[in-house]
């Protein structure tokens, strides 16, 4: 089966550390391309590319002000990530319970 193209599927657009990166940097709200640019130490035509993916899966939007093109975070279209993972989050709970536990004997052995 292919795989599912980044600039359709938000979960394969995140994977991308660069792209999650520049997600994180937009949490403090709007930027000019130019901004994103110094702020990743990547080349224009680099984030101008990332900045497509993520604006195609509908993560950033843009609006232009002169020639500049600044964008901004969508988050509410990360909610069926936060979704997926909210799914994991008993079995690490759980995890780590069993490992405080285990943890826990292996103390009371040793002061035994």
């Known amino acids: 089966m292919?795989?599912?193209?980044?600039?359709?599927?938000?979960?394969?657009?995140i994977a991308e550390l660069?792209?999650?990166?520049?997600?994180?940097?937009?949490k403090g709200g709007e930027k000019s391309v130019s901004d994103i640019v110094g702020a990743m130490g990547l080349s224009q035509p680099q984030i101008s590319k990332?900045?497509?993916?993520?604006?195609?899966v509908g993560l950033v939007s843009s609006r232009t002000a002169g020639q500049?093109?600044?964008?901004?975070?969508?988050?509410e279209n990360l909610k069926p990530v936060a979704l997926w993972?909210?799914?994991?989050?008993?079995?690490?709970?759980?995890?780590?319970?069993?490992l405080e536990i285990y943890l826990s004997s292996l103390h009371n052995r040793n002061e035994e």
Do not use: G, M, P
């Open 2 to 13: 292919a795989r599912a193209s980044t600039t359709t599927d938000v979960f394969n657009a």
């Open 18 to 26: 660069h792209r999650r990166r520049i997600l994180s940097y937009l």
């Open 50 to 56: 990332h900045l497509r993916v993520l604006r195609d």
């Open 68 to 75: 500049q093109r600044y964008y901004s975070l969508d988050a």
């Open 85 to 98: 993972i909210r799914d994991f989050e008993q079995f690490w709970n759980e995890s780590f319970d069993k």
